[in-house]
């Protein structure tokens, strides 16, 4: 909201509101370096290696199939509960390898937070939902730390306004984006540092849609997003540095405004032009 | 033609196997109904058996019955839970103690009944029940005879695999992503599994529960030797006492009986109030779990 200048993508066809921050300096938040992912003989991510910034938001955009989900779950060792997955290469966040021998998963999985395609909260109350993270992780002392960081966490989640009057009700009863949103608190009331987004929006509404988009440009200011996504206009619109994947290897990372206008590899603009995919 | 007719033989023939399968069962229940309907009273069911049991009532079977049920589910319940835990959510499949143990849990649902009785002697009241009385109690007969402890033990044993099974299907059933969640979250494996499987998979321990129950008050061979009793002129009070059971009794009032036709209506009762209560006692889990289904299913 910052300005109302818009800024074209004729290879989308598409304009996107011109609000991004440019930062001062980029520093790389995580640092992936030839990350190969298997399942049995064949590499799902294939010797993938970017930086990904602070507290901007970087997407991963590409094909079904193309290893954007196996490497958005490298990033916090979610494939750790896949059996038979093998890991190779380098994860660095705040230059500390996650795959290293003595890495606390639990910690990084705290630190590294992760909201699902499919708004999956728990079949219990919004406010437990929220409460979840703080609890396991014994990360408050009284009821009333709990209470109000459930409620920063909801406010952070833009879902405060809606839920304050029904923290007692089951989260099932909520709408598919606010189910999403309510997600996106209880990722955030453990107080990640980065928040990684597996196509947070592919099973919602338009208007539901738009909200996540909105809160992810708020959201910004104080995390470090990776976003998967299978829409191009999303990943446009949304992030400031992009990254194309094919069959589980990195075709071409790039400022998002770059790679959306001025593609470097060929088969970039193939893609996003929708000769295939 | 001839396809048709082999068609219309086989419907046929369905039918009859059906029609045989429900009155087979109205002849028993109505039976049993009829003849034990008149015998039934408060008198019946609160009195004990009197003059050699052509007389009285069944209550201490009714209590030991109970008693045997409740004190077994104390065991197989959070054995069977903790076993089906194992096998959904931690065991690796390819393992050789994963599918040993598998093996041992379905060979173990295949072991006859009086087996178990047998086992149950041999292995709770002698040995582990001897074992207690050798160092505890200075070799005085304590825990090594048979009694209500071991008769729940072994009835624990033969009704675990039911539990396992029903346990395990339903954690199964419960989503991935659930997990997925919990444990991106920072939660670790056990907390993922307590606070999030378990509860969503509540139905299907209570289910086990059911069966393992409506099993265990039918089962009389297993108990016979580890301490059911023929009569006993008190209610049982401790953990070593022996106790009277209702399908130990009825094999009592139709084959121990000096006086088969006297004992005959007593015997008809007492079968009516047998499968009465099981059939109270699976209807009371099932009520739990229909509402305990009503509450999930509200929120979906």
Redesign the interface.
Known sequence: MTTMTTRDFPLLKTHVPERKRAPAELTAKMDIERLTVRYGPRAAVDQVSLPVYANLITAVIGPSGCGKSTFLRALNRMNDTIPGVITEGQVRLDGKDVYAPGCDVIELRRRVGMVFQQPNPFPKSIYDNVAFGLRVNGLVKSRAELDSRVESALRAAALWDEAKDRLRRNALQLSGGEQQRLCIARALAVAPEVLLMDEPASALDPVSTAKIEELMFELKKDYTIVIVTHNMQQAARVSDYTAFLLTGSLVEFNPTPHLFTTPTDPRTEAYITGRFG | MKLRALDTGFVLLAGLAILLIVAMLAVILGNITIHGWEQVSWEFISAAPETGMTEGGIFPAIFGTVLLVLLMTIFVVPLGVAVAIYFSEYA??NSWLYRWSRQAVNNLAGVPSIVFGLFGLGFFVQFVGGGIDNTLFGGQLTFGQPALIWAALTMAVLTLPVVIVSVEEALQAV?R????????????RT?TIF??VLP?AMAGVLTGGILAVSRGAGEVAPILFVGAAYFLPHLPTRLNDQFMELGYHIYVLSTQSPDVEATKPLLYGTVLVLLVLTFLLNLTAIAIRARLRLA?G???
């Open positions: 690796d499949r989503p992503h659930y997990r997925d969640a919990s444990l991106a979250l920072g939660a670790t907390q606070r999030v969503q999930a509200r929120t979906r």
